[in-house]
């Protein structure tokens, strides 16, 4: 398997316009988490997913973030209207089901700047 | 909401030295805790896995160890190396996952 992947991986905006932030988990996983990373906050959770479905968004810091996973190999991320201070760099993750074996595997991030 | 604690914040060594990064955690109904290394402007990866029912798991140089009870974990690394440099974070693994600030580690030559 290829890992997680994450596009795009830089992704440069300006204030206002929205953005999308792509995950395509591994195949078989059915766990699938959003995080954001900042000096200041460190590794944020923001949202995970189990079996397509949203089961705790509450780090979802605000409405203009919202999460969507329509199947089991693709999630997005989206900020509508974008601000300079959702700058980050924004990481997906996957793993399979609890118990033996559910190693977490993570993407290579998105790098976001809103300016 | 599973708190995480990771202590030092920052620790530099020369090389050759064996040393220990504490993980600190508030729910101990947990499933597993994973250690991560994460390289600067890199994605995580990790390290290893150890499930709720272990003691300890050992990778190379690597061995963690879990109490559960206590809600505690360490990682060992011995004879550290330049290329062991790196930030080092864990996760207790409930259903969800969440990290601590990590434990920034700089190996001198």
């Known amino acids: 398997d290829a890992g997680v992947i994450q596009s795009p991986r830089h992704e440069v905006t300006e204030m206002g316009q929205e953005v999308t932030l792509r995950c395509k988990p591994i195949s078989g996983h059915d766990y699938l988490f959003w995080y954001r990373q900042t000096m200041m906050r460190g590794l944020e959770l923001l949202i995970y997913f189990n079996n397509n479905v949203p089961i705790d968004d509450s780090g979802m810091p605000e409405d203009r973030f919202s999460a969507k996973m329509p199947n089991a190999s693709f999630s997005t991320l989206k900020i509508q209207p974008s601000e300079p201070r959702d700058s980050a760099v924004y990481f997906c993750?996957?793993?399979?089901?609890?118990?033996?074996?559910?190693?977490?595997?993570f993407g290579q991030g998105t790098r976001l700047t809103v300016v | 909401k599973q708190e995480v604690t990771q202590i030092p914040a920052a620790l530099s060594v020369p090389e050759g030295e064996n040393l220990v990064l504490n993980c600190s955690f508030t729910d101990s109904a947990i499933y597993n805790l994973q250690w991560f290394r994460q390289d600067p402007g890199k994605g995580l990866t990790s390290l290893l896995l150890?499930?709720?029912?272990?003691r300890e798991q050992t990778s190379g140089r690597l061995n963690a160890s879990l109490d559960k009870s206590s809600g505690r974990s360490t990682l060992y690394i011995a004879a550290s190396q330049p290329g062991d440099s790196a930030t080092y974070l864990c996760?207790?693994?409930?259903?969800?996952?969440?990290f601590g600030a990590g434990t920034r580690l700089t190996v001198k030559p």
């Open positions: 150890i499930q709720s029912s272990q």
């Open positions: 996760a207790p693994n409930n259903n969800d996952m969440r």
């Open positions: 993750a996957s793993k399979k089901g609890q118990g033996i074996g559910t190693e977490a595997f």
